[in-house]
């Protein structure tokens, strides 16, 4: 049973417009999420968190949503950027140093 | 940023041999350390729990005789496949948490396995 959830394994978005990347969760325990960017044959690096007790983060070009109630997060990258092209992993956590629970991936592609 | 360097980034080996790669966390100690496994077009797969000091914990399904793993210093991890099959073939990554941290993980660059 997928504890996260990433529904689109792919998404194609023109530079320059906005990119929404979505992930649902189950596990209402989860109070830590994380957004992670993979290139090919790299380990992920991170990119942005949030903690339950916020609703939004932003950090540059970079906003994580979450939404408690709906169990829901995106990440909404503007304006997209060819170098954005990459897949990214959401990932959960409860209570700090736990494994991570990470999504399937959503495959980037920003088309310029 | 925390680095977290895996060696080696690549290897080849002959079926039946053993393969050690090793995660070490540069700048900054990390109590615990984890083990992933990827494979093509699928998530990470958590292996196993490495802490400090003390035996590695395992996910289900993951054989810890034949995935050793050993946590001996605050800096350092290694995840030795023994008796390597082709099967074994995958791109492992080690990920660290900083002591004391809220839970930011620190990813290794990935090692990819063949075997041959």
């Known amino acids: 049973d997928q504890q996260v959830k990433q529904n689109s394994p792919s998404l194609s978005v023109q530079e320059g417009r906005i990119s929404i990347l979505n992930c649902d969760y189950t596990n209402s325990m989860f109070d830590y999420f994380l957004w992670y960017k993979k290139y090919p044959a790299e380990g992920p690096t991170f990119l942005i968190s949030i903690s339950s007790i916020k609703d939004k983060n932003e950090d540059g070009r970079f906003t994580v949503f979450l939404n408690k109630s709906a169990k829901h997060l995106s990440l909404h990258i503007v304006p997209s950027q060819p170098g954005d092209s990459a897949v990214y992993f959401c990932?959960?956590?409860?209570?700090?140093?736990?494994?991570?629970?990470f999504g399937k991936g959503t495959r980037l592609s920003v088309i310029a | 940023g925390a680095v977290v360097s895996q060696h080696p980034s690549r290897v080849i080996c002959k079926s039946g041999t053993s393969v050690k790669i090793e995660c070490r966390s540069l700048?900054?100690?990390?109590?615990?350390m984890f083990w992933y496994r990827q494979f093509p077009k699928q998530s990470l797969m958590l292996m196993a729990t490495?802490?400090?000091?003390?035996?590695?914990?395992?996910e289900q399904g993951v054989e810890k005789d034949k995935f050793l793993i050993n946590h001996a210093s605050l800096t350092l991890s290694t995840l030795t496949v023994t008796s390597a099959h082709p099967e074994d073939s995958s791109f492992y990554i080690c990920?660290?948490?900083?002591?004391?941290?809220?839970?930011?993980?620190?990813f290794g660059e990935g090692s990819r396995l063949t075997v041959l």
């Open positions: 990932a959960a956590s409860h209570s700090g140093n736990t494994p991570l629970v």
């Open positions: 490495s802490n400090e000091g003390s035996k590695a914990t395992y």
């Open positions: 700048d900054f100690q990390a109590t615990t």
């Open positions: 990920s660290a948490a900083r002591t004391g941290g809220v839970g930011e993980l620190f």
